[in-house]
């Protein structure tokens, strides 16, 4: 405040009046793109949660993207129609010699885990086959098997890759929300209550669990909102099986889930096109606000 403003003399200025209702041109200042918001709420979510975020690689073989996970070499998933191989490089070279061995033996005749296995002839050549990764699970695996001893919550939020077709509510591209809980009393009650606290902060009131199959949990079960009147289903989850986790050296349970962002961003968007998210609408980006 300037010396005549403090001297009153401003008392004796006519001041001209101001129309709240004249026109004025819109300004749109810079700030993040809504889906980098979300991301930004979820992490710091998981983290409020005690959780620390781990990072991977886009390009993965074949061993630790689906054999690892105890997902058969003639599974579906595998085909062309769902998975986006690599040409350069076309092979990755599996240096862990001793556990592509014990996962051959899972995979053949279920090894040291009691289980029966899948019953056909493992191939290394099939491991060593390079992709883009079609879950960031392969980022979980990799991480109990280099910290095998309990506890660790950890997390992930990152891009997947798939050959899908582009319609409303399917992408080649898409980001998916992984994490796991190993501990020694883990359990399936921990992780429904995890899940639900997560969707909670998130604004989900609504929350309920459905059976499920997955060839690397079990049990398993997918999560559903409710969300203008109608159950909408964002992931799955469940315990990883025997398999998984006894060849790595982790003897305790291991609490995992992978939810889509995508379609969660759908519905705090109100979108009906999951398109609309990646088209760059400057209309719809400069008008939505941050939430």
């Known amino acids: ?14 001041i001209r009046p101001y129309d709240i209702h004249a026109f004025a041109p819109a300004k749109y200042g810079g700030k993040p793109h809504p889906l980098i918001h979300l991301i930004s709420k979820i992490r710091s979510i998981f983290l409020e949660m005690g959780f620390e975020e781990i990072e991977g690689d886009f390009v993965e073989s074949c061993f630790w993207n689906m054999d690892m996970l105890f997902i058969p070499q003639d599974h579906p998933a595998r085909d062309m ?25 899972v995979h053949e005749n279920g090894g040291d885990t009691g289980s029966t296995g899948w019953g056909y002839k493992f191939s290394k050549e099939e491991s060593e086959r390079a992709l883009l990764r079609t879950h960031t ?7 109990l098997y280099n910290h095998p001893e309990p506890p660790c919550k950890v997390f992930s939020i990152g891009r997947v890759f798939r050959k899908e077709n582009i319609d409303a509510t399917h992408l080649p591209e898409f980001y998916q929300i992984e994490g796991i ?16 606290e997560f969707y909670n902060r998130m604004g989900f009131e609504k929350i309920r669990f459905r059976p499920a199959y ?78």
């Open 181 to 196: 809980i190993h501990e020694r009393d883990a359990n399936f009650r921990m992780l429904i209550g995890v899940l639900k």
């Open 137 to 143: 699970t392969v980022n979980t695996i990799r991480y």
């Open 1 to 14: 405040m300037c010396i005549r403003d403090r001297d009153g003399s401003w008392k004796t200025k006519i």
């Open 214 to 291: 997955f060839p690397y949990t079990e049990p398993s079960m997918e999560v559903e909102v409710f969300w203008n009147n109608e159950w909408m289903e964002l992931g799955g989850s469940g315990i990883f099986r025997p398999e998984v986790t006894e060849p790595v050296g982790v003897k305790n349970p291991v609490l995992a889930w992978g939810l889509g962002l995508e379609r969660l961003a759908m519905l705090k968007f109100g979108l009906d096109d999951i398109r609309d998210l990646y088209i760059s609408d400057l209309g719809w980006l400069r008008k939505k606000p941050l939430i």
């Open 81 to 105: 129609q769902d998975t986006l191989y690599t040409k350069y490089p076309s092979k990755i070279k599996i240096k862990e010699k001793n556990l592509i061995d014990k996962i051959a033996r």
